[in-house]
């Protein structure tokens, strides 16, 4: 599955088919049922640059992307999420964070074993709690996303709630660098065995992320270097944001 994952990442419009080829190639002799099996255990479908993690509701409210054309040139203007799944020695749990769009600093995140909304809205909180409320809160429309719970909590802060079209990955671009990052410098890179090392690691790489891994798009100086230079009145100027629980 760990295999699978690493390969999703470089070959996303790869299907169980190509899958079983290329894995073929490299050794593991295994079958297309099988693979099929796995990519959909772990909510990977080919065709869109992007896992299946986040499932619409027909009976949930979507709402329109705001983004488009909009130039973001502070913090707390716009904030994104997103959910993936990570990978561990036996088994995987699920990642959802939150993302200030300006600055990439990761402002919040969660880990689930579930796909409700329950550990999304947590994130969620926590982010607002810390940092304020953004301007805007963009994420696709997966149901975890869509739902009751979320976006009240987002309606109730005063935000405005923008939503990627149907299949369009690009319009979230932003977190799913953060994924390719975290996972080819974090997550492959060990025999992760439980829940709660996983924790300890993924701690250990966001405050990494945030406040020491130079980023390209800001001539290396740091995402919450940055977060905090702009930082909007009132939220306190903290270093990094907690472990999650």
């Known amino acids: 599955m760990q295999r699978i994952d690493e390969l999703f990442m470089e070959l996303p419009f790869f299907g169980s088919r190509q899958m079983r ?3 073929r190639d490299e ?17 990977l479908m080919a065709v869109y640059q992007k896992p299946r993690t986040s499932q619409p509701h027909p009976q949930h409210k979507t709402y329109p992307y705001l983004l488009r054309g909009k ?8 904030w994104c999420a997103d959910i993936t799944y990570i990978p561990m020695r036996r088994g995987f749990l699920y990642l959802v964070a939150i993302m200030d769009w300006h600055s990439r600093a990761v402002l919040s995140w969660r880990l689930s074993n579930t796909m409700d909304a329950d550990f999304c809205v947590a994130a969620l909180e926590e982010a607002m709690n810390r940092y304020g409320v953004p301007d805007i ?3 696709d429309q997966g149901s975890q996303f869509t739902s009751y719970e979320f976006t009240r909590t987002l309606r109730q802060a005063g935000a405005k709630i923008s939503m990627d079209g149907r ?32 924790r300890r ?6 405050e990494f992320y945030n406040n020491r891994r130079p980023h390209k798009t800001f001539d290396g100086r740091k995402p ?7 930082k909007p009145e009132g939220v306190p ?8 629980a």
Not at 71 to 78: E, G, H, S
Not at 201 to 206: I, N, V
Not at 237 to 244: G, I, S, V, Y
């Open 21 to 23: 080829n290329i894995l």
């Open 27 to 43: 050794g593991h002799f295994v079958g297309r049922n099988r693979v099929r099996r796995l990519m959909r255990k772990m909510g």
């Open 71 to 78: 130039a973001i040139t502070k913090p707390n203007q716009v």
């Open 137 to 139: 809160f963009n994420t």
């Open 167 to 198: 299949g369009r990955w690009m319009d979230n671009v932003m977190i799913e660098r953060l994924w390719r990052s975290l996972k080819y410098e974090c997550v492959y890179l060990r025999e992760i065995e439980t829940g709660s090392e996983l």
């Open 201 to 206: 690691t993924l701690a250990w790489w966001f």
């Open 224 to 230: 919450m270097e940055i977060y905090q230079q702009f």
């Open 237 to 244: 100027p903290l270093a990094c944001p907690r472990k999650a």
